[in-house]
């Protein structure tokens, strides 16, 4: 990454061997890791800048980030961060909701013209969610679902029980 000159910010294991003096490694949650973040080498690419996050269930996530456009890690802050932080937590709640309310990984077909139309009705159903959301018609794009779900089985309860009361 580093030779295509590619910028990236990726989650790592405590245990991961970084260096703050070039060849002397040891693991990152040995480090003290000073809020604006920590610059370490990273075997076999070369300086990163270390990150900790404390999240609210007392777990605590190492982060190593290298910004391609800044190459002076020095200037990079908390605050890059955790705007870089933020928007992949939105990237991965829209990709959750992509497969779990809208199936688009969920097909069954081979042509690509099917595995496009596929894909161009999962992003208009997600397009028509975050919609009814902006106009506040649902309050989460949950909630569709769920109202369903409970529509069905409510259905499936009723029907069984006049079964059994026919019987």
């Given at each position: ?35 604006n973040?920590t ?8 300086e ?6 404390h ?7 190492f ?9 002076d ?11 870089l ?21 969920k097909?069954?077909?081979r ?8 894909f ?7 397009i028509?969610l975050e ?18 779900s409970?529509?069905?089985?409510r ?8 079964l059994?009361?026919?019987?």
């Open positions: 990454m580093k030779k295509q000159e590619l910028g990236f910010m990726i989650g790592i294991a405590k245990n991961r061997q970084v260096s703050i003096v070039k060849g002397q490694y040891q693991s990152v949650e040995s480090l003290e890791i000073e809020e973040g610059i370490v080498y990273l075997k076999e690419f070369g990163v800048k270390v990150f900790k996050k999240f609210k269930n007392g777990m605590l996530r982060y190593i980030l290298f910004d391609k456009e800044n190459k890690l020095r200037e990079t802050d908390k605050t890059l961060f955790t705007l932080k933020t928007t992949h937590w939105i990237i991965e709640c829209y990709h959750r909701a992509l497969k779990q309310l809208c199936g688009i990984n097909f069954i077909v042509k690509s013209e099917a595995i496009l139309t596929h161009f009705s999962s992003l208009r159903a997600f028509k919609l009814m959301r902006a106009n506040e018609l649902i309050d989460n794009w949950y909630q569709l679902q769920r109202e369903l409970i529509e069905v089985n259905n499936f309860i009723l029907e069984q029980i006049n059994k009361l026919s019987a």
